[in-house]
């Protein structure tokens, strides 16, 4: 199974760095809906609204999964916003812990270390991915609650769904996850010294275009299927908002595939430090 | 098949590291108890072997074994009974020493908190300070307690001394020939014979990847070579004198150095005649049997 003293370990070791992204997150969403109260006093949300309904932010706003009526409920504001802020930091903290968890060893030489102790490269393995998957877990519940939190302090009169926000919340888990997994299994492709860190930046920044411009331009439609962000369902308005089977599958099983990679390319590797 | 039991024994062990060579059919046979030095220079292949028996990396081709285990199958319960010190220390930067030990220690069944307390003392050194801060020598002391709290019954040294003072050296010389007088067999690797010499009974020497000689330490010794000086009343030539044994002479001024593996008598009789001032004739040291053994390797090329 996991090797406990490795688990143990390792979660000490990122313990401050969760705790950072935590507060980070939070602090976004909490000041990002401190806003919507303000849009929504009369004057100002018809004054945004006429600045909205302009052809480049209308495009804008498409761009980012948004419209402008969507901004009058409280859920479509927060997850116009989660679309844009959340889930792109999400989706940096675990590809960046992901890419780093195992790699980290050999960069730094104390793989050498590590596996001259009585431990096989599978458990070892595992256990960095119990390690990775607890942080996302955990990271994942402040946000879930922070969010909930600020949608209970600012809605005032709007109404929103306590399911369609859990939807949301969860197809923005398995994003983070799959970015997780890729950067997991690229850290071991990537020889000693190379900038992972800039590859994995590269990585959910070119995704997130790709979605964006498959957005605004409705004959790349097709080609925005490239990245993760366009399986994330961002209709939180809609009556028939749901966890859809294909998109869970797409999400679980492209993790899978580069998790598995991983331990099959784990368990060969020669560690030369 | 099998006939006698060895603690560590491989079989054509070879490593490529694609085209690049590691080590070519490495054949060792090291006994239960004993010490084994294993000697070459830098870029030989001792670590690339080292690495291999410790599932670090996978062989090409050709098996190892230890403790009749295979070396790719159960490297994590060969490494049960392992204790490993790397040429090159590297530990997790912002543990202090005690959160280093113990978490090393809890990859292994033994209790070793009084052992950690006990070695710490034998070699000076604070349980506090935090890894990053340590000097190379102090990291090294810490390499060699995390090799030992666990009292594993085989030792794997890479090139354990550099970096260490005399007087921590002549400690942990000390401290591993107690270990093997409790019966720990200790696999030596260094580049420095003097060091194999004060501890090794059997030395094996590679070279590019091969080994070229397994040898007692006392046959190497014995092996009736000598090292010749000879100073002439003129400058010397590198074949002043001829004579069946002779290897590299070295002239220098009035001087010719070489070592000779031919009988006294033959030299004797080579000299006669000759304008000589003075004959030193003394027993190579080990590092000079060693030149010998890598020059005569270059003669079969």
Known sequence: MI???????????????????????????????????LLMQEDMFKQISAFLENPFMKNMMTAFGASADMWTNVLGFYSTRNAMFIMLLGSFFSILLAGKILAREEQEKTAEFLLTKPVTRLEVV?????????????????????????????????????????????????????????????????????????????????????????????????????SPFK??????????????????????????????????????????? | MM?????????????????????????????????????????????????????????TSGRGRIFGLDIVKDSKEIKKQIGFMPSEVHYYEKMDVHELLSYSANFYETDCESRIVELAGTFDLDLDRKIIDLSRGNQKKVSILQSLIHQPPLLILDEPT??????????????????????????????????????????????????????????????????????????????????????????EKNNLFFLFSGTINDLLHALDGKDIEDLIIEEPTLEEIFMHYYSEENDKR
């Not at chain 1, 969760?18 to 806003?35: H, N, Q």
């Not at chain 2, 491989?10 to 239960?32: F, M």
């Not at chain 2, 580049?191 to 030395?203: A, D, F, I, N, P």
């Open chain 1, 126 to 226: 595992r256990s960095k991915l119990a390690v990775y998957l607890t942080n996302l877990i955990l990271l994942n519940i402040v946000i879930f609650t922070i969010g909930l939190l600020s949608l209970e302090i600012f809605k005032g009169d709007s109404r929103y769904s306590f399911k369609a926000f859990f939807i949301h919340w969860f197809y923005a888990l398995l994003l983070m996850l799959t970015f997780g997994a890729i950067g997991l299994f690229l850290s071991l492709l990537i020889k000693r010294g190379r900038p992972i860190i800039s590859l994995s930046i590269g990585i959910i920044v070119g995704a997130y275009f790709i979605d964006i411009l498959s957005r605004v331009t409705p004959s790349a439609d097709k080609f925005g299927y490239l």
């Open chain 1, 3 to 37: 090797n406990a003293n490795i688990y143990t370990k390792e979660l000490k070791r990122y313990r401050n760095s969760l705790i950072g992204w935590s507060i980070s997150v939070a602090v976004f969403i909490l000041l990002g809906m401190a806003f919507y109260p």
């Open chain 2, 162 to 251: 550099s970096g260490l003072d005399p007087l921590m050296q002549a400690k942990f010389f000390d401290i591993l020939k107690e270990e093997n007088s409790k019966g720990t067999t200790i696999f030596f690797s260094s580049h420095t014979l003097s060091e194999v010499q004060k501890m090794c009974r059997r030395v094996g020497i590679i070279k590019d990847g091969k080994i070229i000689a397994v040898e007692d330490i006392e046959t190497l010794r014995k092996k009736q070579l000598r090292k010749i000086q000879i100073e002439f009343n003129h400058p010397a030539e590198p074949d002043e004198i001829d004579c069946p044994g002779i290897i590299d002479p070295n002239p």
């Open chain 1, 231 to 273: 399986f994330i369902d961002t209709g939180v308005l809609r009556p028939d908002y749901a966890l859809v089977g294909w998109r869970v599958f797409y999400f679980l099983g492209l993790s899978l595939v580069f998790i598995v990679l991983t331990f099959v390319r784990y368990k060969k590797k020669d560690i030369l430090v």
């Open chain 2, 3 to 59: 006939g006698k039991m060895y603690l560590i024994e491989t079989q054509n062990l070879t490593k490529y590291y694609g085209k690049a060579r590691g080590i070519i059919n490495i054949d060792l046979q090291i006994e239960p108890g004993e010490i084994f030095g294993f000697i070459g220079p830098n870029g030989a292949g001792k670590s690339t072997t080292i690495r291999t028996l410790l599932g670090l990396i996978f062989p």
